[in-house]
């Protein structure tokens, strides 16, 4: 595959932007070699700048549920564009954003608009701490809650530990009421509670977890977090930016039946345009500024383009119940075909999947948190990427990622991705 425009334009964008990039996640840091630049996406595929297709698994990192140019938000964005771009002022469409998203996550009373998932958990963590009054906040090692300072921490296990900040110009200070457990460790949560849990504000998680690559959680590991939680005041919260609105309309927690106190969506919420929110119930919501004394402002929040597109990706996941279904469908059997080409060439692999989020691991053993995640071949991974991208398939950069299929994803495009990587396992 022929990619010279590609090459050269990110040897442009290097002496520009750190990395070239304005997205870590968008450098092929895990993989090497040079990211490819794309001039526009169409359904379920990508078009580069040099003239190259490529079926897409990335869908912007979650977004494109429904595929690129979805007619219903492109004709929402055009019509809203026609009215204004921002005024900085209460708007209907606020109105009804807010209302769908009430009716579709089960645990949502209020919802505040903001621009990114980011934003989101910054904003809840603050709520939750603001709303208890104490400082600790539990999170999980591989969740990813965006770049929010005091979630920026991962090492640590034991409970009782203090996490270490892996970003340089994270303080110590600001890391320090940031607890790291283990994902799934039920007996590390409730010694982090029995030592702890009077002083620990929130628990934040992936409800099912995409940034470590995909992992589910036990039901025991769900029904630990809500009544520890419960038990001691501290509010847990659902980061669902990335499977809200994909694993199901209602999120994971319709999927597992256990309500959080507040959850942050994004991604999907947005239909493809900046937007995230954060929400939950009406008692703790109704501490945000300026019903109660919660700071949280945004001069773009509730931008009249990113909630017509948002609206608009919303009503079509919620009157078509049968773009679940059909996801589920051509999920699977993409899942069963990677298990077929991986089983054929004889690597190690386990492969986790809820819905339309997947993950082939280059490792024999079940992933369930970040010790067993961490313990992938990611040479292999990265040989397997790169033997993906030569045959059209565009999947994310990293072992440590899901992919994401789309409803625009035909039967055809499943195939030809489960033949291709059975002719780039064979390979490997
Ligand atoms: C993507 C993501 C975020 C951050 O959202 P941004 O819009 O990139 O700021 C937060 N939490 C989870 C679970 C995510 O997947």
């Not at 921490?153 to 203090?162: E, I, Q």
């Not at 279904?325 to 051509?330: A, C, G, H, V």
């Not at 059209?392 to 039967?411: K, R, V, W």
Request: aromatic share 8%.
């Amino acid at each position: 595959m022929n990619r010279a425009k590609s090459k050269s334009e990110f040897a442009r964008a290097k002496t520009l932007m750190p990395g070239g990039v304005n997205s870590a996640a968008r450098a092929f840091g895990a993989v090497g070699g040079d990211p490819i630049v794309f001039e526009r996406g169409e359904g379920a595929y990508l078009f580069d700048i040099d003239g190259n297709q490529y079926i897409d698994y990335i869908g912007s990192w979650g977004p494109m549920i429904l595929g690129h140019q979805f007619d219903g938000v492109k004709d929402a964005v055009h019509a809203a564009v026609e009215k204004g771009t921002s005024f900085g002022a209460p708007t209907v469409a606020e109105n009804v954003l807010a209302e769908l998203i009430i009716e579709a996550l089960p645990s949502v009373e209020m919802v505040r608009l903001v621009n990114s998932g980011t934003e989101a958990t910054m904003s809840a963590i603050r709520l939750a701490r603001g709303y208890t009054g104490r400082d600790i906040v539990v999170k999980f090692a591989g969740n990813y809650h965006g770049h929010v300072d005091s979630l920026l921490v991962a090492a640590g296990s034991a409970a009782a530990t203090l996490a270490v900040p892996n970003s340089p110009g994270v303080t110590a200070g600001t890391s320090k009421d940031t607890m790291v457990l283990g994902y799934n460790d039920v007996a590390g949560l409730e010694e982090a509670f029995a030592i702890h849990g009077s002083k620990i504000a929130a628990v934040i998680l992936e409800p099912v977890c995409g940034n470590m690559g995909c992992v589910t959680p036990t039901p025991e590991f769900l029904s630990a977090l809500r009544t520890k939680t419960e038990d001691s005041g501290a509010v847990l919260i659902f980061d669902e930016v990335m499977c809200g609105f994909r694993v199901a309309y209602g999120g994971a927690q319709s999927l597992f039946g256990v309500m959080p106190d507040l959850t942050t969506v994004g991604k999907i919420v947005g239909g493809g345009l900046p937007l995230g929110a954060f929400a939950g119930k009406r008692e703790i919501m109704e501490h945000v500024l300026p019903a109660g004394k919660v700071y949280q402002a945004g001069t773009l929040s509730g931008n009249p383009i990113a909630t017509a597109a948002g609206i608009a990706m919303l009503t079509a996941l919620r009157d078509n119940p049968v773009y679940y279904e059909r996801l589920e469908t051509i999920s699977q059997r993409l899942e069963a075909g990677f298990t077929d080409a991986a089983g054929q060439a004889n690597v190690d692999f386990s492969i986790n999947r809820v819905g339309s989020m997947m993950t082939l691991f280059f490792n024999d053993q079940t992933v369930t948190d970040w010790q067993s995640a961490s313990k992938c071949d990611t040479v292999m991974f990265s040989k397997y990427f790169w033997g993906m991208i030569e045959h059209g398939i565009y999947m994310p950069c990293s072992q440590y990622e899901a992919l994401f299929i789309s409803n625009a994803h035909t039967d055809d495009d499943i195939d030809k991705t489960i033949e291709a990587a059975k002719a780039v396992l064979s390979q490997i």
